[in-house]
């Protein structure tokens, strides 16, 4: 917690490699986000590295996930396939069915959301303009 009243309300969150995500393995934290936002105590900040989520989110954003915010239709979630692949994909609630999409058609089309694939968190904040502490 941040201790002057013009930070009340800010959160660190630590800033994760993609890497960690898929294993079980503890990363030491050594960087971190600062933001206003709400979010829960398990929070964390994942690098967009590449162009692959153009233009929703370019190459060197941030996207914030909370994996205790529940994902509605429209959300952008963090998704571990049964594949044991790690993706960023839009949330649609359709008739009481989960479905996901690419952000980018090249990656595929709409999809039922398995059984097997786990919702890691849904993104919250996405950071253009951002400084790693």
């Avoid at 050594?30 to 989110?57: H, N, R, W």
């Avoid at 980018?104 to 089309?109: A, D, E, R, V, W």
């Amino acid at each position: 917690g941040f201790t002057s009243k013009k930070h009340a309300g800010w959160t660190e969150i630590p800033l994760i490699n993609w890497s960690h995500l898929n294993t079980l393995v503890k990363q030491k934290i050594t960087k971190f986000i600062i933001t206003e936002c709400s979010v829960g105590k398990t929070a964390f900040a994942l690098y967009i590295s590449d162009q692959s989520m153009e233009p929703l989110f370019p190459e060197k954003s941030i996207v914030i996930v909370d994996p205790e915010s529940e994902p509605t239709h429209g959300s952008y979630i963090i998704i571990k396939t049964g594949k044991n692949e790690l993706i960023l994909r839009n949330f649609l609630l359709i008739s009481g069915n989960k479905y996901t999409t690419p952000l980018n058609p090249k990656f595929g089309t709409i999809a039922k959301l398995l059984t097997k694939d786990k919702i890691l968190g849904t993104v919250v904040r996405t950071i253009y303009d951002h400084r790693i502490t």
